[in-house]
């Protein structure tokens, strides 16, 4: 039981995780002060978020675990994101469409995670809520605002969204650990969602003039620890100060 339990939150947690640091990157980058600020606020609310998660795994867990321990000195198959969130920043385009795939995401996550029988994950959603909702109508404004936009905005994030849709179904992959919660009373059955994310994001980029790609075949692997490519550059840049400087002290 608290091994599944661990193994669920790191399921959610590392998503958040992983997407926040890919967030950091684009600090100073943004097309203006104002977007730049919301995406550096955007990834320190997803910090925030795992911090809370980690906490309570280490918890869990004891035996000398804390949440930077979870954080940078795990091996990359102990990560369970999904490989959507592990996707490089090639444009802003990209970077807002992986945003909003994951956003629309989370927001019915977190709104099924409040109902939850483990009383420290339903309050983590219920305070992470305010600030995903916030996340969810800042990109879903941006894929309208590109996809309506001038000819080239439009080509962009419609070439984001075909090239990322492949990445979209993992999210609603089930684990061993999403199968124990779920029983439980305590995790989300995720693929239950499926249907309410696909028509909500077919709603937006309907409003956005953009196409909904026709995908065939998805990618997966990540909540397995089985990672893209990306996923080692990711871990070498955010693990350096802990492994470099081991037990380093503020």
Request: overall charge negative; charged content about 25%.
């Amino acid at each position: 039981m608290r091994e599944n339990l661990v193994q669920y939150i790191y399921g959610i947690a590392d998503n958040a995780l992983i997407l926040g640091q890919r967030l950091g990157e684009l600090c100073g980058h943004g097309p203006s002060l104002e977007t730049d600020i919301a995406i550096t606020n955007t990834s320190l609310d997803l910090l925030g978020q795992v911090r809370s998660y980690y906490q309570y795994a280490s918890k869990l867990q004891g035996d000398g675990v804390t949440e930077d321990t979870i954080a940078f000195l795990r091996k990359e198959r102990d990560y369970k994101n999904v490989l959507l969130v592990e996707q490089p920043n090639h444009d802003f385009a990209y970077s807002i469409t992986r945003q909003f795939f994951f956003d629309i995401f989370h927001l019915l996550l977190l709104s099924e995670l409040q109902n939850s029988k483990d009383e420290t994950l339903s309050a983590i959603a219920k305070k992470s809520i305010k600030e995903v909702s916030y996340h969810t109508r800042f990109s879903s404004d941006w894929i309208k605002r590109l996809g309506d936009g001038s000819e080239e905005s439009h080509n962009r994030i419609q070439t984001a969204i075909n090239d990322l849709w492949e990445f979209t179904d993992e999210l609603f992959h089930k684990t061993d650990a999403d199968n124990a919660m779920i029983s439980e009373g305590i995790g989300v059955d995720v693929s239950l969602l499926k249907e309410s994310f696909y028509k909500k994001v077919k709603e937006i980029l309907t409003d956005a003039t953009l196409q909904t790609p026709d995908v065939k075949y998805f990618q997966k692997g990540g909540k397995q620890g089985i990672h893209s490519e990306h996923m080692g550059y990711i871990l070498a840049e955010m693990q350096f100060m802990q492994r470099s400087y081991p037990n380093m002290n503020w």
